[in-house]
């Protein structure tokens, strides 16, 4: 598996990644190459989205962080980072999201960002059990929604 940052090439597999969420159940809607371009790929506040490939080539998932602006769809503070992930059910629990995980650390880094929220279905135990893995804790929720945080900074410090 190799991580790369996203490109419009890639629009139609992560698109395909979409769907097969959705065809599992995981996901309300499938997701279209104009969704994927839209929301993803181009989307004006990209920091980064990073597909991951398998070893034949295919793309087995990806993820995306945004820059938080005011007045965001998600609530986010501004000036967080909101992330995404969509791994495909053919590729779960293979370390995939883990994998993305580590190049939007970077990309936060990088920008930098120091807090990154992630909003996940109170009814998707998977979710909210890969972002508690990956370090993510919750700030808010209501019933239908659970927002967990994720400290860019406070974690680096642990890392010697
Ligand atoms: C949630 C999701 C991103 C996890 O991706 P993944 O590539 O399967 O995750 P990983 O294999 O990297 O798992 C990393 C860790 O997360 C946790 N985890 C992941 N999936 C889990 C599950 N189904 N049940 C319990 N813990 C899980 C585990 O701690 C895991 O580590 P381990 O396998 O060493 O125990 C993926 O299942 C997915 O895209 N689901 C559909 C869309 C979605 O729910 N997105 C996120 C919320 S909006």
Known sequence: MRIKPANTADGQS???????????GLRKTPGDLQTVLAN?????????????EGDDGRILGF?????????????????????????SPRAARLGVGRALFQATVR??????????EAAIGAKNPAG?????????????ETEVTICKVYHVASRDRQIP
């Open 14 to 24: 992560m698109s395909d990644v979409l769907d097969d969420i959705f065809a599992a």
């Open 40 to 52: 993803y790929i181009e989307h004006p506040d990209r920091i980064e989205c990073s597909v991951a």
């Open 63 to 87: 993820q995306s962080l945004r820059y938080a602006r005011a007045g965001n769809p998600y609530g986010a503070p501004e000036g967080w980072g909101i992330i995404g992930t969509h791994v």
């Open 107 to 116: 990309a936060a880094k990088d920008f930098p960002i120091e807090k990154i």
């Open 128 to 140: 909210l059990a890969y972002y508690e893995a990956m370090g993510f804790r919750t700030r808010r």
